[in-house]
């Protein structure tokens, strides 16, 4: 089971952090996280692969990495169209398992 | 430009039968694994099945294992998914995938009882 926060609330210009973490044990490298942002009607959109690595439509003020045992979605300076779910997804030998996502609010 | 097209969803009922497709553009689809996620009305998204590049190697969600069936077509650049004895809880919007990089928009897939 993957785990994420199920909602969170940022104020504009703050930051925020969002966790992935399994229930197998602690997330490494080798679950190679990605993050995935989805708002509403919308298809999901690929921010960061492999932990920490960016896409050419990734905003710079988001960044992947991994934190006390977790993959981490840091967003550094949060955006009104920031709002949106996140979800992140680490990879098994075989199964490749979504988390629940995070509801992100930027209020 | 890379684009990725979803179509054949659609209203079935259940035990019923649905065969998606995604047809893939802008890139050399050979050299991608595929993947296919779900999004169930209001829910998160779930991984369905994958399939190498080479159509040898394919993986599958327990809950849709001998049920479903991911299969690609190289020449034509284009990904499939057939759906047999659907069930209520198959309803979702279906996503393709080039190796979770890129995603297409989606097709509606919907069974009733």
């Known amino acids: 089971v993957v785990t994420q926060e199920p909602s969170l609330t940022v104020s504009p210009g703050e930051t925020v952090t969002l966790t992935c973490d399994s229930s197998?044990?602690?997330?490494?490298?080798?679950?190679?996280p990605y993050w995935f942002q989805q708002k509403p009607g919308q298809a999901p959109r690929t921010l960061i692969y492999?932990?920490?690595n960016k896409h050419p439509w990734t905003p710079a003020r988001f960044s992947g990495s991994l934190l006390g045992g977790k993959a981490a979605l840091t967003l550094s300076g949060a955006q009104p169209e920031d709002e949106a779910d996140y979800y992140c997804?680490?990879?098994?030998?075989?199964?490749?398992?979504f988390g629940g996502g995070t509801k992100l609010t930027v209020l | 430009e890379v684009r990725l097209v979803e179509s054949g969803g659609g209203l079935v009922q259940s035990g019923g039968s649905l065969r998606l497709s995604c047809a893939a553009s802008?890139?050399?689809?050979?050299?991608?694994?595929m993947i296919w996620v779900r999004q169930a009305p209001g829910k998160g998204l779930e991984w369905v099945a994958n399939?190498?590049?080479?159509?040898?190697?394919?993986s599958y969600v327990d809950s849709v294992k001998g049920r479903f069936t991911i299969s690609r077509d190289n020449a034509k650049n284009s990904l499939y998914l057939q759906m047999n004895n659907m069930r209520v809880e198959d309803t979702a919007v279906y996503y393709c995938?080039?190796?979770?990089?890129?995603w297409g928009q989606g097709t509606m897939v919907t069974v009733s009882s």
């Open positions: 802008g890139f050399t689809f050979s050299d991608y694994w």
């Open positions: 197998t044990g602690g997330v490494t490298s080798g679950h190679y």
């Open positions: 492999d932990t920490s």
């Open positions: 995938a080039r190796g979770l990089h890129i």
């Open positions: 399939i190498k590049q080479d159509g040898s190697d394919k």
């Open positions: 997804v680490l990879f098994y030998s075989g199964p490749v398992v």
